[in-house]
């Protein structure tokens, strides 16, 4: 399907929330329609479909023309027509709408019209985004019905003057039939830089004015299993009028200077004053201001009147007390200017998607968000108007960004920020688990979660709008009856200097003790176990030396059980501890027995986010070998517990601060 980016040349007119009828443009060269063949099966045959794009002095415009035969009635849903566009970019353009049958051709739009959808769809995301939707239902639309489509529509963005840039695509699974990509400019002057995967390059058809792609019955095309999201561009072109990215980056900074001024006498002059004579050091100051923009002004995304691009000024977000990120990033850009802290704006991709964006064409249509990045005191830090108020000024942003673009007026490149195994934990789930009272008693269990990154943050949304009343009603209901017994205490606080969410649960479990007559009783510790990795392998046909793609992750696990009182601690053991690296990823766990207590702790750390394809298929090797068994304990009162050989000092639950930075959750030579 057709992504396109950004246009310019905005028309204000109440016509252009309607749907207007009107003539196919003459850009437009509607493919030849292909024969259904006579065993023709699954939902729809089309018989061709043009998506087209057209740059011209008015911006940009975008087609879609098909022709379909419809086969099942699952496929009837194709009579529910929709069209989405923002009236800054002129009104949508219906060309036709016909149904063919036995030789015969109905026009729909005789009897029929599109009804409008005015309201905002997407109200409860907080987005106004000024987007109409217009929608038809095709009357009387049967199996072995062709219907039969046309219409053209605009995107428009004031700041992007004659700039264009954007993406054509077919999709990896489309069904039989023609299939016809496209672009178009108007005169020489428009022809924009195009770049595209080898498969298009193949099936590129170039001319004076245009390049097309044509495509009749395109095979599906998986993309290569496991590899990193640079290689899953597939049958894609890219086209931008843009230099390079240092030009996006001039052509946007100075709309965020502008957007940051903040004129003599407005009232955020008098609470940068505030901030200042508050705080002394920068970095407090900084993190003053960032508490300000994030917690005085809530996030609603505004794309109003070309607003999706243009940032409003410091001003208007803090008269509204309301903006996005854009709005935002200027407030705060204003606030630390005034508090004579240096800063920029830097667009970013916050879907995680930005692998790869050094071998794509500039196109700021690829980021889809805005944060600021400051240097206060010799460092740099990053500070997100849009996050929760606990997260403040940070020396890394809380997405793993990889490729960034700062805004600035002489004009930045594009920057890769390193990546690196993380060294704090996104995750550690602590049970103590007191079992003194016997074999056949609850145990008295403690479960702390302490848990960092957008999932703290998300939890600290969600779990400080509650009560205790209503945080302990919540758990009670979610987890008690499984192996929670009862709960009866539950607390939760956000730490923000370990920028951790930290819940706490106490009540009662029944442990499940297993009891054999050759050995004794015998538990399993929460937590303590691993599946054995999958095989890192492709599917024939795709290219099998690529690298592999692990997704980041620093998962921590740690158990103490305190045992019967009335028995010998000499009478325990436990199963042996392991240090594993496999596909990139340590494996680590380790046991310790003293003061009454077994101990264990288990951590797995994606130590490497790729793997070369000859390192996976030696490890595809190792996996038989791999200790998947459970962090089993052992109770063997008949003559005592023979000493376990792989013993690690494991601190206990309650020994250490399991906030702090450096915690044992890998061996020591992995953490250095």
Known sequence: MLAAALAQAPVHAEDNKQVQRGPTPAWVVPSELLPVPEDAGGLLFVR????????????????????????HPNALQLGNIS??????????????????????????????????????????????????????????LRVGDEIEVGVTTRVSDPTLAKNDSGLLFLLPAPPPGRFRLGLSWEDEGRKPRIKMTPDMAAAARSGDRGIDFRFDDPAMQAPPKDAPARYQWQRTVEFTNFADWAAISRHFAPLYAKAAQIPDGSPLKAEARRIAAAHQRPLDRAAAALKLVQQDVRYVYVGLDGGNLVPASAEESWRRRYG????????????????????????????????????RLPNPGLFDHVLVRARIDGKVYWLDGTLPAVAGPAVEPAIAYRW???????????????????????????????????????????????????????????????????????????????????????????????????????????????????????????????????????????????????????????????????TDPADWTFKSGFDTHIFGKNYYRAFDIRDGSIRMVRGLRVDRQEIDAASAQRDNGRIAAFDNSKAWIYYSPEGGAAANPIRKPVPATYDIDWTADNVPCLSLAAMR
């Not at 240096?342 to 964006?357: K, M, Q, S, T, Y």
């Open 48 to 71: 061709r479909q043009d998506i087209l794009a057209h740059l011209d002095a008015q911006g940009q415009a975008q087609h879609l023309g098909y022709r379909t035969r419809i086969l």
């Open 83 to 140: 069209i989405s566009w923002n009236p800054v970019s002129g009104p949508p353009v219906v060309h036709q709408v016909n149904v063919h049958r036995d030789g015969e051709t109905i026009d729909v739009l005789k009897d029929a019209s599109f009804e409008i959808l005015r309201r905002e769809d997407q109200l409860e995301a907080a987005m106004l985004d000024g987007i109409l939707t217009a929608v038809l239902r095709v009357p009387d």
């Open 324 to 359: 996005d990120c854009k709005g935002k990033t200027a407030l705060l850009l204003g606030l630390l200017a005034e508090l004579g802290i240096a800063a920029e704006a830097v667009l970013v991709n916050n879907r995680g998607a930005d692998d790869g964006f050094d071998e």
């Open 404 to 566: 960034v673009l700062p805004l600035s007026e002489q004009g930045s490149t594009i920057q890769k920020r390193e990546w690196r195994p993380a060294s704090r934990p996104d995750e550690i789930a602590l049970y103590e688990i007191d079992a003194r009272a016997g074999f056949d008693q609850p145990a008295q269990v403690t479960s702390t979660t302490i848990t960092r990154g957008i999932g703290g943050l998300q939890q600290q949304v969600q779990l400080s709008a509650l009560t205790a009343d209503q945080l302990l009603n919540a758990m009670r209901q979610e987890i008690v009856g499984s192996t929670w017994q009862t709960v009866d205490e539950v607390k939760w606080r956000y730490d923000q200097k370990a920028g951790a969410s930290i819940l706490t649960i106490r009540g009662t479990w029944e442990l499940d003790w297993d009891e054999y007559a050759s050995y004794g009783k015998t538990f399993a510790l929460p937590g303590g176990g691993f599946n054995p990795p999958e095989k890192r392998v492709r599917p024939a046909g795709q290219d099998q030396d690529l690298p592999y793609y692990n997704k980041p992750e620093f998962d921590c696990r740690v158990t103490t059980v305190r045992l019967p009182s009335a």
